[in-house]
């Protein structure tokens, strides 16, 4: 997708930019992972993956003042055993202190795609969806 010309309307912590950070990242903000808004409050990344991960998406600081993270069926917390492939699921924008996502990724490149259901949504559950999706094996 193009990136979009328009400013990021989601207002988080940090440098104002959404990562995707995990031990692929050591929990780093790297510009390689850091989530682009494509306008219509989606965003999206390219990202290079391997193996067991942990990981949510977050804003830069070191507290991870924002987080958005894939929900558990119950919708009543983080969803803590490995996603599937190209399921679409639901996000919330909440803390979840030290619980993460997991996947285990064969090596390849990944399409992560997050569309919010508001530009700038409330913290709460179900605020959108992600995707994650192989692109290339390496």
């Known amino acids: 997708l ?3 010309p328009d400013p990021m309307p989601f207002q ?8 995707f950070r ?3 990242t050591d929990w780093e903000p790297l510009e390689s992972a850091r989530m682009k808004y494509k306008g219509g409050d989606a965003y999206q990344a390219i990202i290079e993956l391997s193996g067991p991960v942990e990981f949510k998406l977050a ?13 558990n069926d119950e919708k ?11 399921v679409i699921y639901n996000v919330a924008y909440l803390d ?3 619980l993460n996502n997991r996947g285990n990724f064969v090596p390849g490149f990944y399409d992560i795609i997050l569309q919010l259901n508001a530009p700038n949504p409330f913290k709460g559950f179900s605020v959108g969806t992600i995707s994650i999706r ?5």
């Open 59 to 71: 804003s830069s600081d070191l507290s991870f003042r924002s987080q958005v993270w894939i929900e």
């Open 76 to 86: 009543t917390g983080i969803r803590t055993d490995d996603i599937e492939l190209g």
């Open 22 to 24: 995990g031990t692929n």
């Open 2 to 4: 193009p990136d979009s």
């Open 134 to 138: 192989l692109c290339s094996e390496i």
């Open 96 to 98: 979840s202190g030290l």
């Open 12 to 19: 988080i912590g940090g440098n104002g930019n959404l990562y």
